[in-house]
């Protein structure tokens, strides 16, 4: 079955510290991966994507993202987090359904950044 | 560009009312829309795909009778809560795909309507 697991249920980082939320997926055919992020009582922003090229894909707010096909994960990273970085972030794979395209959310991991 | 609203933002109704939910894309044309429903600290839940000029298509579990999905042109889209009930409360999410782009079109996402059902 096509899924997406985000292991960690919130991680939590000192302001100023990397970060990383963790991705695994499971799908068949090339992945085409998501990182969305959203904020308390808002709707999802897109951070980034990867479908092809370089496995370090850059998004909003300075996050990247590492695809790594052997171990099939795409972890969410930042070099230095910020306290406005806390929030909920989903990790999604596209899918196909018949004749329509889909995304499968991972359950989501809420990031806190302690001042 | 690619701002997806929604209206209401926030409503509260009666048992047994149905309440019509709105999603638009305001800068671009959707050939699809999404909805999506999500629980209070759990990831999002697709309800059904939207098409233009066609039938919604309902994940498995999905009342289509309950969830109606209208997509009547290429910038809106309406869900309606028929006949509402306490365990219908909850938040939900549109999205929507761009008619023109890559084939690895991403879904911008409204701003969610709070439906709380007395």
């Known amino acids: 079955a096509q899924s997406v697991a985000q292991p960690e249920d919130q991680v939590n980082v000192a302001e100023g510290n990397p970060l990383t939320v963790k991705c695994t997926y499971s799908v068949s055919g090339n992945p085409y991966l998501f990182w969305y992020v959203q904020y308390p009582n808002r709707g999802l922003q897109f951070l980034l994507k990867?479908?092809?090229?370089d496995n370090l894909v850059k998004g909003s707010y300075g996050f990247e993202a590492e695809f790594n096909k052997s171990q099939t994960s795409f972890h969410l990273k930042k070099p230095s987090a910020l306290v406005s970085d806390s929030a909920l972030y989903f990790c999604a794979v596209r899918v196909n359904a018949g004749n329509n395209r889909k995304l499968i959310w991972g359950l989501g991991t809420s990031l806190a950044v302690n001042p | 560009g690619a701002v997806v609203s929604q209206h209401p933002s926030r409503v509260i109704c009666k048992s047994g009312t149905s309440v019509k939910i709105e999603c638009r894309s305001l800068?671009?044309?959707?050939?699809?829309m999404f909805w999506y429903r999500q629980f209070p600290k759990q990831s999002l839940m697709l309800m059904a795909t939207?098409?233009?000029?066609?039938?919604?298509?309902?994940e498995q579990g999905v009342e289509k009778d309950k969830f109606l999905i209208n997509h009547a042109s290429l910038t809106l889209s309406t869900l309606t809560v028929t006949s509402a009930h306490p365990e219908d409360s909850s938040f939900y999410i549109c999205?929507?795909?761009?008619?023109?782009?890559?084939?690895?079109?991403?879904?911008?996402f409204g701003p969610g309507t709070r439906l709380t059902v007395l």
């Open positions: 800068d671009f044309q959707a050939t699809t």
């Open positions: 990867y479908i092809t090229g």
């Open positions: 999205s929507a795909r761009r008619r023109s782009g890559g084939d690895y079109n991403e879904q911008f």
């Open positions: 939207s098409n233009e000029g066609s039938k919604a298509t309902y």
